[in-house]
């Protein structure tokens, strides 16, 4: 049972290289969800995808864009890698439910530096 | 501005010690609250949650106290072991609103043998 698949692991980019970061989850869940984690300022929301077919911005979405693709696979790209993009970023999902609050379920991160 | 604010940013405690983490919010909108735990390399795991009816959840050696008057919330683990060093984050939703996570800045714990 894989739960979160992220890749890759690392990645050196150049400043207006352009990425895609790939996510994809084997737990059947409808909401998937893109963090960037900065030291001292714990996981900041990208943006996330209640359910296929949607997706919104979160706190931090400048410079990010984001496509969910079927159920399974939510990608994240940076069109014109900036240096204040360099950070781990965690790809989540959770079961959605409108009666209660459903655990997000992280992979294991892409560390990213642009340089 | 940070919605949720977590102290301390790091703490080192004996073995078999109390490590306490706290933390506070400003939106009453908030109805879940989690603490995730996080090893080097790896994605942050869910640990223990609560809910704001409830001021106290215990599972095994972790136990969360909320203070819903004050903002505030608290993870305490009990008898700390060297496997605890981790760092930890309290972070906070709303269910309506997508159960998108707030999360505070983070705790690194550092248990001691």
């Known amino acids: 049972n894989a739960g979160v698949t992220q890749t890759p692991k690392f990645q050196v980019l150049k400043t207006g290289q352009s990425m895609t970061l790939q996510c994809a989850q084997d737990m059947n869940h409808n909401s998937m969800y893109w963090y960037r984690q900065d030291p001292g300022m714990g996981l900041r929301l990208i943006y996330y995808?209640?359910?296929?077919?949607?997706?919104d911005k979160g706190e931090v979405p400048n410079g990010y864009n984001v496509s969910r693709l079927n159920k399974r696979e939510f990608s994240l790209r940076l069109e014109s890698a900036a240096p204040s993009q360099t950070s781990v970023y965690f790809c989540a999902s959770s079961a959605l439910s409108g009666y209660s609050n459903q655990p997000q379920h992280f992979g294991d991160g892409t560390r990213l530096s642009i340089l | 501005q940070q919605q949720v604010k977590q102290s301390p940013q790091s703490l080192i405690v004996q073995k078999g010690g109390i490590s306490i983490i706290n933390c506070a919010y400003e939106n009453t909108a908030f109805d879940y609250f989690p603490w995730y735990q996080q090893f080097p390399g790896k994605g942050p795991a869910l640990l223990i949650a609560i809910r704001p009816d409830v001021s106290e959840k215990k599972e095994g050696r972790f136990t969360i106290s909320f203070n819903k008057s004050a903002k505030q919330f608290s993870l305490h683990i009990m008898d700390s072991q060297p496997g605890d060093s981790a760092t930890y984050f309290c972070?906070?939703?709303?269910?309506?609103?997508?159960?998108?996570?707030?999360f505070g800045g983070g705790t690194r714990v550092l248990v001691k043998p």
């Open positions: 972070a906070a939703s709303i269910r309506a609103a997508g159960n998108k996570l707030t």
């Open positions: 995808s209640a359910s296929e077919g949607t997706t």
